[in-house]
């Protein structure tokens, strides 16, 4: 098996960048999801607070497109995520970022993400308002600085361990658990529930199967980080455990739920019509495998950075190893998830 494609979501919940290589740390790749936008609500006594946008519940976010630009030094701190606003009807608009921010005289924002608190900063009236102006509603840009979120769910689930499948699972098995696994404290950024999402191209051509003929699903639709190519069968990334990328190890521990995020239009960022309108209700017909959240539909699966991989490269084209496999699903335990 081997990477076809690597993705980074600067700021949460707009259109993805696609990259031929990308560094691996403990929260992510770099720049993954340490933006996101929140809209403002107030109450019939004039309260204001603030509500987490989503793409399930604001498809219209998908019609932003984002890359990002860095001088010729390669500074960061002068580098800059270039917004680009593309409605399905009237001109297009643009919004230069700051890539890293400088924090300091910024209002500090509370953020409650299922469940997960943390701080960040608004990022003020200049970015605020052109958002505002595209969606038609106020919103605020947060920024996430040297902030974290707390992972809530289980880094070590009950599961066993292959030990048949291959001369390295079954070395792997006799090996202690990684730290992750340990219950060690992580922590993330914007993204859902862990620091990558990695999915199979595999399972994505079961899911075009189950639309009309010429149609395909749009993998970005997912959300992933780290695509993976070549697997022998759909869904057999239900039971990774470990995968191994050249020397860096990702601990795979949990699935991801779906949502109706998938059964948006990109093209008009409004719910699909016609069959891809039902992708979720098709893939609940035979995709409710996780025990600990029964209801819902898995594609992908969440993972955890081992310690001692961090700041080492990936690319596309990198092969990809199944180095630990579980016997059994793993169980899902975020909090009210």
Not at 7 to 18: D, F, N, Q
Not at 163 to 183: C, N, R
């Amino acid at each position: 098996m081997k990477i076809s494609q690597l993705y980074v979501y600067p700021i949460k919940s707009l259109r993805a960048i696609s990259l031929p290589s990308a560094e691996v740390y403990k929260h992510g790749f770099l720049y993954d999801r340490r933006f996101m936008i929140l809209k403002v609500l107030l109450s019939e006594d004039g309260i204001r607070s603030l509500k987490n946008m989503h793409v399930t519940y604001f498809p219209e976010m998908v019609r932003f497109f984002t890359k990002i630009e860095f001088p010729e030094d390669g500074d960061a701190n002068n580098a800059k995520i270039i917004v680009t606003f593309d409605p399905p009807q009237g001109e297009s608009k643009t919004l230069n970022v700051p890539l890293v921010p400088f924090t300091a005289g910024l209002d500090t924002l509370d953020i409650n993400m299922h469940g997960s608190r943390t701080k960040a900063y608004d990022m003020g009236a200049q970015y605020d308002d052109w958002l505002s102006s595209c969606f038609g509603y106020e919103v605020v840009l947060a920024y996430l600085g040297e902030n974290k979120r707390p992972v809530l769910m289980s880094t070590n689930p009950t599961t066993k361990t292959a030990t048949s499948q291959s001369w390295l699972s079954s070395i792997t098995s006799k090996l202690p658990m990684p730290s992750v696994l340990q219950g060690e404290k992580d922590e993330i950024t914007f993204s859902d529930c862990s620091p990558y999402l990695i999915v199979s191209e595999t399972s994505l051509g079961d899911v075009s199967d189950r639309l009309p003929e010429g149609e395909e699903m749009d993998m970005t639709k997912f959300r992933p980080n780290i695509v993976v190519h070549g697997a022998e069968t759909a869904w057999d990334e239900d039971y990774w455990g470990e995968l191994t990328i050249g020397d860096s190890k990702l601990n795979l521990v949990h699935n991801c739920m779906r949502c109706q995020s998938i059964n948006i239009d990109y093209a008009t960022g409004k719910p699909a019509t016609g069959e891809q309108g039902k992708v979720l209700k098709k893939l609940q017909s035979d995709r409710r495998v996780d025990l600990g959240a029964k209801y819902k539909a898995v594609f992908g699966r969440y993972a955890f950075l081992e310690p001692g991989s961090a700041g080492r490269t990936i690319k596309v084209g990198d092969e990809v190893l199944v180095s630990r496999r579980n016997e059994e699903r793993t169980k899902f335990d975020w909090p009210g998830l």
